[in-house]
Structures are given as C-alpha cells and as structure tokens.
C-alpha cells in the first residue's frame, strides 16, 4: 500500500514563498509519476504541476508557470513543490498524486493521493 504524506502548508502573505513536501512511503514510488493539484472551496481539484519519474519532464498550469517549480529527490522518494510569488487565488489545498502512466495534467490519471495540506495566502 502506497502512503503520500504531504507538508510544508501554512499561512503566508501575498507575494511570499512556501515548499510542500510529498513523502512517499515506499521506494517504487521512485518510478512513477508525481504531481500537485490543489482544490479551493467550492470548486474542483484542479492541475498544478507535474513531474516524470526520472525528473526530465516538467509541466506547469499557466497559472502558476513562472512561479512555482516542482521537483523531487528520488532517492529520498519525496517530492516537492516550491511556490514562489503566492498570490490570494492560490489558496487552497494541495494534494500530491502518483501515477503509473496517463495524462500528467488529468487527476484520474493518478493512482495514489495523499491527504491535502492547506496553503493560505492573505492579502
């Protein structure tokens, strides 16, 4: 059974930085894919970031391209999320995902969720 533990949410002000961690609990973790999504009341989880299991590949929702930058440590089997420039409509909840195969921007493409860490950014 494939554990996601998410970290690193919190309360910032506009236009400072977090890092949320993902910590896979097994190793095989290492050779999927990861992403980040984030889901704010009321509205769907939607794409964030994602991320190939060797690392090669990156994609970023246009919303946050420029801003924040995913990355992870395969040999720690963790990845993370650094948000930079945050902005009052990135509040939220972020989820990390895993996944097998499929579209890196699809939520049902990803097998495995952790709980969600909430990032609130005020004004």
């Known amino acids: 059974q494939v554990q996601l533990v998410e970290s690193g949410g919190g309360l910032v002000q506009a236009g400072g930085s977090l890092r949320l961690s993902c910590a896979a609990s097994v190793r095989a973790v290492s050779m999927y894919g990861m992403g980040w999504f984030r889901q704010a009341p009321g509205k769907e989880r939607e794409f964030v970031a994602a991320i190939s299991w060797r690392g090669g590949r990156t994609t970023y929702a246009d919303s946050v391209k420029g801003r924040f930058s995913i990355s992870r440590d395969n040999v720690k089997n963790t990845g993370y999320l650094q948000m930079n420039s945050l902005k009052v409509e990135d509040t939220a909840v972020y989820y990390c995902?895993?996944?097998?195969?499929?579209?890196?921007?699809?939520?049902?493409?990803?097998?495995?969720w952790g709980q969600g860490t909430q990032v609130t950014v005020s004004s």
């Open positions: 995902g895993s996944r097998s195969g499929g579209d890196d921007t699809d939520r049902y493409s990803y097998d495995y």
